[in-house]
């Protein structure tokens, strides 16, 4: 099985930023897709922003040029640089991981446990 572990959240004033960090470990053969999502009070899990493995970057509107995802192959790990920061990207961030796994003849999804962010008015 695959660990995520999400790090780099807590409490930043507006207009502040934050660095997230996800890093996974495991029997791991290849890291397809990364991505970060967040669940915003009383919302559902949305997807923030992703990256594929040949680097390629997605994000969702809202968080669109304040936002910037990146990767490190070599570490594991995925990175959401959060500038600009608002009161309304307060909640709960996810990273979430294709995959494949050593003797495994296809890839999955693995999640990690989630870091706080929270933004001050």
């Known amino acids: 099985q695959v660990l995520l572990v999400e790090s780099g959240g807590g409490l930043v004033q507006t207009g502040g930023s934050l660095r997230l960090s996800c890093v996974a470990s495991?029997?791991?053969?290849?890291?397809?897709?990364m991505r970060w999502h967040r669940q915003l009070p009383g919302k559902q899990r949305e997807l923030v922003a992703s990256i594929t493995n040949r680097g390629g970057s997605n994000y969702a509107i809202a968080v669109k040029d304040r936002f910037t995802i990146s990767r490190d192959n070599a570490k594991n790990t995925v990175y959401l640089q959060m500038d600009s920061l608002k009161p309304e990207d307060t909640g709960v961030y996810y990273c979430n991981m294709k995959v494949r796994t050593i003797r495994s003849f296809s890839a999955s999804e693995y999640w990690g446990q989630g870091t706080q962010v929270t933004v001050s008015s």
């Open positions: 495991g029997s791991i053969l290849s890291i397809y897709d």
